[in-house]
């Protein structure tokens, strides 16, 4: 009996070479019984490592029953749910968290993040992005785009629209899971592979890239990018920016800590302690040259933002006299608005 890191059933989307475009687990497992592999081994053809196994229905069928006599009605119920579907339908095993080397992985790794059973970062990625198709995500699913014309043409001669909601790689996180107690005002701007913990609010500006989130609770009106993490409390103003890694050559992960606030078209390339604010309309990138002011406003030191980087109760504003880029300390840190928030 080995341990497992990761397992999921799962149905999905394939184009007519038979490649997958995308794969839905409704009730993915991070660390499950190793029993539930071990009692379908020989049925399903695992033979250990990470895999993404292609069942027919029977032998989800027998899936279902030999589950349920091991005790795991729950996994059952799913495996008695997908029997009747037309869809291709997957277990995707993973003995351990190597780079997914497919996308049923792929996608069993970004479920993970979204139905928080890790956090950013707790999961390898390397290497997901050639194994994300660039999909066209319509109002019939998951379409590849070499089918698209003729599936649009298909619905126009039935009288119908086929709409084009986004052509991407990641499709959008509410289409497989919505977490408990969130409101995202436009489901278009959270990607699968968003953590967004509960008590978050993402107003029509924010935006949360995968691997990317927030522990809750938090009001995101601006852009949490990949693989940032923004602490328990803290305030995207609009249009606020998180500088990604992705591109540009940055390489410091960006991380914000509780009861911060990114001020509305403000933006952080360094990490953030506790309760840090950063002025309205203010960049501090790792180099910005920032002078650090004592108690009675002095300039006591100019550093490089990038030396201030995760340290707490900071005030960071640009003097509006002299323009210099100037930290204090904070001294009234942001109280989220209860109102906003308790409603979720
Ligand atoms: C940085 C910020 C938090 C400072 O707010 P604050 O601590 O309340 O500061 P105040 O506006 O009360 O100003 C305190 C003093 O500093 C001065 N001051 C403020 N900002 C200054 C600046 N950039 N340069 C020079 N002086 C400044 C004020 O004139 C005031 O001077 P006084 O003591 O002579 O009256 C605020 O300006 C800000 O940017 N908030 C972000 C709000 C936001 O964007 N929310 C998200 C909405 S979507």
Known sequence: MSTIFAMALGCGTKNRDEHWLEVFYPDPYLKPDPKLVDVIREEVGYEGGNAALELTHRQVQHLAREWRDA?????????VAFQESEQPLVLTILETDAEPASTPEAYLKLHLLSHRLVKPHGVVL??????????????????????????QLLARLNGKLLEVNSVDKFPKMTDYVVPAGVRIADTARVRLGAYVGEGTTVMHEGFINFNAGTEGPGMIEGRISAGVFVGKGSDLGGSSSTMGTLSGGGNIVISLGENCLLGANAGTGIPLGDRCTIEAGLY??????????????????????????????????RNSVNGAVQCQTNK??????????KHN
Do not use: C, M
Request: proline residues 4%.
């Open 71 to 79: 005790g795991f009605e729950h996994e059952a119920s799913y495996a």
């Open 126 to 151: 390397s290497g997901i992005f050639p194994l994300l198709p660039n999909v066209a995500w319509t109002n019939e699913g998951a379409i590849d785009l070499n089918e698209l014309p003729e599936r």
């Open 284 to 317: 501090i990138t790792s180099g910005t040259k920032v002078e650090v002011l004592d108690e009675n406003g002095d300039v006591a030191d100019t550093v490089k933002a990038r030396d201030l980087a995760g340290q707490s109760d900071l005030l960071f504003r």
């Open 332 to 341: 009234s840190a942001i109280a989220l608005n209860e109102e906003l928030h």
